[in-house]
């Protein structure tokens, strides 16, 4: 019998105040219809009733699951692709502008297929990548020649030894949510930065698609982090919540996924036009953008 994880309390923030606010379907692997919570006091969402740590894997395995299978079958992960190359420089650029260093001392947890450590590897900085995935720790290695370990070692690190910590679309997948927050600050150097890049169940384009909202991705993803609930769990560990900063991009690829899940097949014109709204909508405020980026420091 497989091991669920059912909240009596917030995993944010702790508090008591919690209810049901729709149901959302896995359409990636299962096709289980999963129940999605959220809490009164931090506004932090979250999916109840997950399978644990130890029996969730299955629910990754699918050649349509991009980060860890690299593929460019359909339309989506061929739009996925190109996207990610164009944005790997500017990750880049970020965090060598939010450090202050040209190079240096990067963790990237949850590296997938291994893209971002292998760029910030290629421009000098020295990388330790995690990932847990075998085989996308073997597609890294292929593709982009970066040995990935996994993720397994991330409470053996020692402390203060990174300048920058990245996890790019990563945290809603940790089950262990408060005991990652708070190694990621002992590991953390004095005037190093957290980068914390998470899907905004905020949106325009989450309103717009509601259950159907790609970006809920249950149950692989845990909890739907609001920027009011990112803050609340950043100053819980002590730590600044610096900046934000928008993931434009990702409105208009959450929009093709979420336009087939609710439609069926993809709707390209509505979809596409879901997603400019969207940013548009966050065009005087990135905290309403489909993705943020969270600077962090202590």
């Known amino acids: ?44 969402r979250f999916t109840q009733d997950v399978p644990g740590a130890e029996s969730i894997a299955p629910y990754y395995k699918s050649e ?6 690299n593929t460019s079958k359909g339309l989506v992960n061929t739009l996925y692709q190109w996207v990610r190359k164009r944005t790997l420089k500017q990750k880049r650029k970020l965090i060598r502008l939010q450090t202050g260093l040209a190079t240096g001392r990067l ?33 890294a290695k292929e593709s982009f020649g970066v040995e ?26 940790v089950h262990d949510l408060q005991g990652y927050m708070t190694k990621l600050k002992t590991l953390l150097k004095e005037k190093g930065r957290i980068v914390i890049a998470v899907p905004n169940y905020t949106s325009g384009d989450a309103a717009a698609y509601g259950a159907s909202w790609a970006a809920y991705d249950v149950p692989r993803h845990l909890y739907h982090f609001s920027p009011a ?10 730590l600044r919540l610096l900046e934000y900063k928008p993931m434009w991009y990702d409105s208009f690829y959450v929009s093709l996924l979420s336009s087939k899940y609710k439609n069926g097949n993809t709707r390209l014109a509505g979809a596409f036009f879901t997603g400019l709204r969207s940013n548009l909508g966050a065009a005087g405020d990135v905290k309403k953008c489909s993705s943020v980026i969270y600077i962090i420091g202590k």
Not at 64 to 69: A, D, K, L
Request: proline share 2%; hydrophobic share 40%.
């Open 1 to 44: 019998m497989r091991e669920l994880v059912h909240y009596t309390h917030c995993p944010v923030c702790g508090a008591t105040a919690i209810r049901e606010v729709l149901k959302a379907k896995d359409y990636t692997v299962s096709g289980e219809i999963f129940s999605v919570f959220e809490c009164g006091a931090c506004t932090a």
């Open 64 to 69: 349509n699951y991009i980060s860890h299978s």
């Open 107 to 139: 963790l990237d947890l949850g590296s997938g297929t291994g893209a971002f450590a292998g760029e910030m590897k290629a421009h000098g900085w020295e990388v330790t990548g995690l990932e847990p995935d075998a085989d996308a720790r073997q597609v």
């Open 148 to 173: 990935l370990q996994d993720t397994s070692r991330f409470y053996e690190l020692a402390d203060n030894q990174f300048d920058a910590i990245t996890m790019w679309h990563v945290l809603e997948h």
């Open 229 to 238: 609930a990112m803050k609340s769990l950043v100053e819980k560990h002590g």
